[in-house]
């Protein structure tokens, strides 16, 4: 995988992620169910894309590659810390 691939891997797992919010909150009858959703996504998903990735990365962009994959993390931030309210 290149760097190229890599942004273009990122860019459709971020935009999978921030579509699956409307989704959960549409297909969810209860709140606890939207949070589970959420955390499915933040704690599973993710970290299994972030080591597919890169183990598929070429040796020498690993370095490279770890930084441009907290970007999904990075977009999802704001969306933990809002249900951090709501679990309150």
Not at 23 to 42: F, H
């Amino acid at each position: 995988m290149t760097i190229r691939s890599l942004w273009v891997a990122v860019l459709i797992f971020s935009i999978l992620e921030l579509f699956a919010i409307p989704v959960l909150l549409v297909g969810a009858d209860q709140l606890y169910q939207t949070i589970d959703g959420v955390l499915i996504i933040a704690f599973i998903i993710y970290p299994l894309f972030y080591l597919f990735s890169l183990l598929l990365l070429k040796r020498g962009n690993r370095k490279v590659g770890a930084v441009i994959l907290l970007i999904p993390l990075l977009l999802y931030l704001p969306v933990l810390m809002v249900l951090q309210e709501l679990i309150r």
